[in-house]
């Protein structure tokens, strides 16, 4: 298996542009994490779905921020629009829906915003 | 879910074991202690999970104490390439969500 595959890894946009980041979780695997990394805050999770459902997104920073899976094999991070401190580093993590799994996490998409 | 404390950081000679510790005192009686660890630039990678009895996995070992309150997670064997943020979280059955602390940053000296 591939593992979860994101894109791309890395993204440099200016201020007022829209952004997209994309993410295919593992083959079989029906939960879905967004995570954002940056120094001053850690790892904090955005939201996440189970069955291509948003279950919670009260970790989204705000309404700019946007995600969305059409289905079990692909889902979407948007930000509109971007702006300077959404800069970080943003990871996709699959798992089965069940606690006693592990997360399966991306290589992650590195956002600039200049 | 429970919180953990761990140390920010330590330092382990290669060859040697590490043995990382977490403290999760407030831990209830169904919830599982994760640990995951994170090389620099790559996204965490999961190491191993366990309930109350001590696990083993081709990574790490976990042994957690029998009143649960703290766990050790061993690599019995350090290397360069086990340099890294390890995590210790709690997770209780049934809820999805993992939640990262600040993590024990451990660095394998030649």
């Known amino acids: 298996d591939a593992g979860v595959i994101q894109s791309p890894r890395h993204e440099v946009t200016e201020m007022g542009q829209e952004v997209t980041l994309r993410c295919k979780p593992i083959?079989?695997?029906?939960?879905l994490f967004w995570y954002r990394q940056t120094m001053m805050r850690g790892l904090e999770l955005l939201i996440y779905?189970?069955?291509?459902?948003?279950?919670?997104d009260s970790g989204m920073p705000e309404d700019r921020f946007s995600a969305k899976m059409p289905n079990a094999s692909f889902s979407t991070l948007k930000i509109q629009p971007s702006e300077p401190r959404d800069s970080a580093v943003y990871f996709c993590?699959?798992?089965?829906?069940?606690?006693?799994?592990?997360?399966?996490f991306g290589s992650g998409t590195r956002l600039t915003v200049v | 879910d429970a919180k953990t404390t761990q140390p920010p950081s330590m330092d382990c000679a290669e060859g040697r074991a590490a043995n990382l510790p977490c403290n999760h005192s407030?831990?209830?009686?169904?919830?599982?202690v994760y640990w995951y660890r994170q090389i620099h630039s790559q996204g965490p990678q999961y190491i191993i999970h366990?309930?109350?009895n001590n696990e083993t996995n081709e990574m790490a070992s976990l042994i957690i104490t029998e009143d649960r309150k703290s766990s050790t997670l061993i690599l019995p064997h350090a290397t360069l390439r086990d340099t890294a943020v390890y995590y210790c979280?709690?997770?209780?059955?049934?809820?999805?969500?993992?939640?990262f602390g600040t993590g024990t940053r451990l660095t394998i000296i030649p």
């Open positions: 993590a699959s798992s089965l829906m069940a606690a006693n799994y592990g997360y399966t």
């Open positions: 083959s079989g695997h029906n939960s």
């Open positions: 779905f189970n069955n291509n459902v948003p279950i919670d």
């Open positions: 407030t831990i209830s009686g169904n919830e599982y």
């Open positions: 366990g309930l109350k």
């Open positions: 979280i709690v997770r209780g059955f049934g809820n999805e969500k993992l939640t």
